[in-house]
């Protein structure tokens, strides 16, 4: 499961709504809302994101394979 609260940080570090970021990798507002309400993204939407919003390595695991 994704930590959401830490993926909203970056969001928001990088000055994006997540309007913003569905658009940036792809996918409709719809499926953005609800695959963070569900902390759950498919490899290839985490490893956009991780591009995006530029998260470091040292944190990757700590959102997007969070207990």
Partial sequence: MIDTNK???H???NGLTERDVARLIGISE???Y???SKGV???NEMAEL???LHIP???????????
């Fill in 7 to 9: 993926l909203n940080a």
């Fill in 11 to 13: 969001i928001v570090a």
């Fill in 30 to 32: 719809t499926s953005m």
């Fill in 34 to 36: 609800n695959k963070m």
């Fill in 41 to 43: 993204f498919g490899s």
């Fill in 50 to 52: 991780i591009k995006v």
């Fill in 57 to 67: 390595k040292e944190e990757v695991v700590k959102i997007f394979f969070a207990d």
